[in-house]
Nanobody
Framework: QVHLVESGGGLVQAGDSLRVSCADS????????IGWFRQAPGKEREFVAA????????DYADSVKGRFTISRDNAKNTVYLQMNSLQPEDTAVYYC????????????????????WGQGTHVTVSS
């Protein structure tokens, strides 16, 4: 069973950096691709970034490409999202999710493809 917990959110100013983490206490975390999604008030949940099970493949939404970096440490059962040059439009609840298909050499942007979700962590960027 996968149980994801996000942490690291907070209130920052425009231009600041923040790193959010997604950790799992289970023993199968390392076989799943992990995606980060975000949802701002009154908006649809949107794809942010994803990383394959071994870290070899990453994908980013155009809105964060060049500013955000996703990485994982399977020894620690943790995926990170390093967010630089944050802007007010990055304000949202950030969720991580696991794709239930193990050892896939691709990642997906469709949130319906992810079965296991964390509770989310709030990121607020003030101008």
């Amino acid at each position: 069973q996968v149980h994801l917990v996000e942490s690291g959110g907070g209130l920052v100013q425009a231009g600041d950096s923040l790193r959010v983490s997604c950790a799992d206490s289970g023993r199968t975390f390392s076989v799943y691709a992990i995606g980060w999604f975000r949802q701002a008030p009154g908006k649809e949940r949107e794809f942010v970034a994803a990383v394959s099970w071994n870290g070899g493949i990453t994908d980013y939404a155009d809105s964060v490409k060049g500013r955000f970096t996703i990485s994982r440490d399977n020894a620690k059962n943790t995926v990170y999202l390093q967010m630089n040059s944050l802007q007010p439009e990055d304000t949202a609840v950030y969720y991580c999710a696991a794709d239930p298909r193990p050892y896939r050499n691709y990642v997906r942007r469709d949130y319906n493809a992810y079965d296991y979700w964390g509770q989310g962590t709030h990121v607020t960027v003030s101008s």
